[in-house]
């Protein structure tokens, strides 16, 4: 049958039963064991029939209906005593009628669960009815709880989750990272209508699995939310035993080494044995409970150690040879040495390049820079014979303010204005200016530096022969000072002693 011919079908049927049901009841109606239910039922259009009867009929199932109440308007209202309803349901109108013949039932129990036929005696049409599913429910007591077992490799359950006394039937699911398997769930029916349900949860238990988390969660009609059971696990082990401590360091002599033996089980162990495979503890062993300890380390020590431990199930056991050595190995310091030298090498080079940077600056400062316009140090440079030099003069002035130090000329005429005059035997005039100079004096000294230091040098070799001639008279003229010598004297390498004002022959 092609899809258009199935819907034809259906609709016909539909329209059939309209037409064939046209008593009026609730399809469903639930209810909660102990509580009064009504069950409603009308024929509201009969039309050209006429009403003559109502019966309310109980189908527990396909094969058993039962009539639990008659009306009829002669006769009245009637209750037959086999029912399972009787001395419970009655007319919900008193007198009932064939208007409105609903029935009340009271104090309902889960054996009442089924379906409610209203059924009406017509003519000429003959009988009608309308069928009404009473769907009773019993909120479940549920229960979860863990199976205690010995770790093995045969899965045995392991978890146990319940749903008992509920209607319908509760889902029972598992929440775990375990891997393991749930079991068909097992259905059993009550007397009172009432269904149990069990579901298990299987598993190969290993010691590791001791402990773990499962949860096991029952969803019911009657609750609003699944209520949740968290569990651990129970798995029952004969004791696991490792022992530690050991460095395979132990040389004559050393003292304080130990071994510590550790352990698990379940149920937890009682009891813990240290002994050798020779038989005898070594005398400088101290036992103290799972910690073996060695006040000093010989010959004797050079054995095996093994530690026993028990619990209800069995005994664990784990064993260590020691290697007693000659002495301790040397200690590495070879990084330590070579960061040594490495550190003292960068001093070395530090102390050379600043020994050469100081040996340098001596050097400049001894005999300065000639030609360059700014002095270091030096008496004789172009810049201080211009604007003569830095110390102060006895009137505490220097040449940062009015630079009013004495300035020598050469090949002076007498005919010159000074503030003061002085015509030196050799030919040099001693000019004092009382002028403070301005910028356009430095740039002209400035611009005269270079020929003024080749005539310093042609003054210097005429010094050095003139050194070289005897029985010459004076022929430097000094400004007399009185200030101290250190203020304006500097001592040279050869020993001697010369002034820092210019002089000029």
Known sequence: MNMPGLLSALFLLFIQGSLAQRVRVDSEVVSYPGQTVTLRCQFPNPGENQLTQVSWIFEQTDSERTN???????????????????GRVSFVTDPPNLENPSIQIKEVKMTDEGRYICEYATYPSGNEQGVSSLVMLAKPKNMANTVTVTAGTTPVIVARCESSNGRPAATITWSTTLNGNVTTPLKTDNPDNTVNIQSNYMLAPQPADNGKDISCMVSHRTMSQPETFPMKLVVEYPPQVQIAGYDNNWYRGRTSASLTCNFNGNPIPTTVTWKTLSGLMPETVQVQDNRLAVQKVDDTINTTFICEVRNSLGYGRDQITVFVREQSPPSSNAGVIAGVIFACLLAIILLCVLAYFLVSHNRRQQHGYRGTGKPSGTPYDSFTRLFGSAKSNKNGTGN?????????????????????????????????????????????????????????????????????????????????HEDDIDDDMESQRDGSVISRTAVYV
């Open 68 to 86: 639990i109440a008659v009306f009829h308007p002669n006769f009245g209202a009637s209750y037959p005593t086999k029912s399972p309803l009787s």
């Open 400 to 480: 940062n303010g009015n630079n009013n130090t004495p300035i020598y000329r050469g090949d002076v005429g007498l005919d010159e204005k000074t503030a003061s005059q002085g015509i030196h035997p050799g030919g040099v005039a001693l000019l004092e200016t009382t002028r403070t100079h301005t910028a356009e004096d430095i740039l002209l000294s400035r611009e005269m530096d270079e020929v003024e230091r080749k005539k310093f040098d042609e003054l210097e070799e005429e010094d050095e022969r003139y050194d070289q001639f005897s029985g010459g008279g004076p022929i430097l003229q000094l400004r007399p």
